[in-house]
């Protein structure tokens, strides 16, 4: 699960260009470091660039660092409507004409709400960049925030909140955030409550993107078919109208609550889901490279995990349990979770608290740590295999500030990782005793600490 977890929501794709734009080809391979340019507009925007022109593709990312992040009292699910609105008629195009537009030209534009920013995603083909760049600038300026609009995307999120309440794992990620971070925007649902999204109207929405889409705030990168003098130009086309500051409510920093509680939300269920975790490390954090070294080992690593061994393959409790970091701007998570058959749900609780147990007290084996390091580096390139996902990873280092050299610098502090600090990190983390845990089903074998009832 990701801290920034809300799916982008894109314009239509005209057919076959949406196969042409996945399967373009990465621009550095593998073995080479990659060439990353800063760029500053001449109206001193900033942006991290990955240039190539081998194919007529430009990807943009941006993001407003901490926008978005807490909705107004009685009006939660504020920011997620506006992502799902801004391309709903802009300018001097209405709804259906601003999507025609968008398909017309095989153009995807998208937002996102999340929990510390509120970003954006442009893909274009070089031969309709202008025109993208501008229906871009009009859906963060001037949104038209029709009524009509608002209420067929208010009804599409409440069908698919009221969906989602049938959904064991939707439920037992929500009773979890709501018990970690109580009376924090981390422990709200992003697309707000089935009471609180019949209040909002269309002014606040307006309101929203005047308080806190300001150029201060922004964070872009670019990749693809593109110069460093063009981007600086775009940069101005699409951003420079906004206002230079605007005064975005704090998010508080976030300490983790109700370790040591083991929670049962009581269903009818086959199955019972398991949810559990506690504090991890940000992405800043100099023990962040171990962290993802000890967790591969744990949970992370699919198969080749521990959990997969001793809860899956070893036993056959489930088909599948995982472990997992999210690291956020004001606090940070270690999870873990499954499911399994009601009747083996306290057996396979007890394997996990076991090997997060073990991790604790035994590090890992030096074959362990090898493979982990071989997969990590390995692995990572095939993140770059598109314009588009350069452009997303470029974004995230930026909003990390891990340093525009970090790609080329990556797999030196995975390698760096030795044994001893495998231990100590997760003797740092890792504590069976004050696991916070979520259950949702009829297990059999547990002894929750506070029991709900979940209906049907």
């Known amino acids: 699960m990701s801290a920034r977890h809300t799916s982008l929501r894109t314009g239509p794709w005209r057919t076959g260009i949406a196969a042409f734009f996945l399967t373009v080809v990465a621009v550095v391979a593998p073995s080479h470091a990659m060439d990353i340019k800063r760029v ?25 660092e901490g926008a978005g992040g807490t909705d107004p009292q009685g009006k939660e699910g504020l920011a997620n409507l506006v992502s799902t609105m801004l391309d709903e008629g802009a300018g001097p195009f209405d709804s259906q004409a601003f999507q025609a537009r968008l398909q017309d030209s095989a153009i995807s534009l998208g937002f996102d709400a999340g929990r510390d920013g509120f970003s954006g995603s442009l893909r274009t083909l070089t031969e309709h960049r202008d025109e993208a760049l501008e229906l871009t600038r009009l859906a963060l300026a001037e949104p038209h925030f029709a009524q009509e609009s608002l209420d067929r995307m208010r009804a599409s999120i409440t069908s698919s909140l009221r969906r989602d309440l049938a959904d064991p794992n939707y439920v037992s990620r929500r009773q979890f955030y709501a018990t970690a971070f109580p009376g924090h925007p981390y422990g709200d649902e992003i697309r707000g409550t089935l009471e609180s999204l019949p209040r909002i109207v269309p002014d606040d929405l307006r309101g929203f993107v005047k308080r806190q889409f300001g150029r ?6 670019a990749a693809g078919d593109i110069s460093p003098d063009d981007l600086g130009k775009a940069l101005d086309t699409v951003f420079g109208g906004l206002p230079a500051k605007v005064e975005v ?9 109700g370790l040591g509680q083991t929670i049962l939300i009581q269903r009818p269920t086959a199955q019972t889901v398991m949810l559990m975790g506690q504090p991890g490390v940000k992405r800043d954090d100099p023990d962040w490279y171990t962290a993802t070294v000890m967790n591969y080992v744990l949970g992370g690593g699919g198969f080749g995990s521990r959990l997969m061994e001793e809860v899956r393959e070893k ?9 997992y970091l999210i690291p956020m701007d004001h606090s940070a998570m270690v999870l873990a979770g499954g499911s399994t058959v009601n009747a083996k749900a306290g057996q396979a609780l007890d394997i996990m608290r076991q090997e997060w147990a073990r991790m604790a007290s035994d590090g890992v084996s030096e074959q362990e740590l090898a493979d982990a390091k071989t997969y990590l580096t390995g692995s990572f390139p095939l993140q770059l295999g598109s314009t ?3 452009a997303r ?10 340093g ?12 760096a990782v030795t044994q001893a600090d495998v231990k100590r990190v997760a003797q740092r983390l890792l504590d069976p005793a004050k696991l916070l845990t979520v259950l949702v089903g009829k297990p059999a074998g547990v002894t ?3 029991t709900i009832d979940g209906g049907s």
């Open 249 to 257: 409510p704090q998010v508080p920093d976030a300490t983790m609550a």
């Open 393 to 402: 990873v470029l974004l995230q280092v930026k909003r990390d500030n891990l």
């Open 40 to 64: 500053v507009s001449p109206g001193g925007i900033e942006a991290w660039l990955v240039e190539d022109h081998k194919v007529p593709v430009l990807a943009l990312e941006w993001s407003f």
């Open 388 to 390: 588009s996902a350069i």
């Open 216 to 221: 201060e705030r922004l964070v872009v990168a």
């Open 448 to 450: 929750p600490t506070q």
């Open 404 to 415: 525009i050299d970090y790609l080329n610098q990556r797999d030196r502090y995975i390698n």
């Open 315 to 323: 036993r056959g409790l489930s088909y599948g349990v995982y472990s």
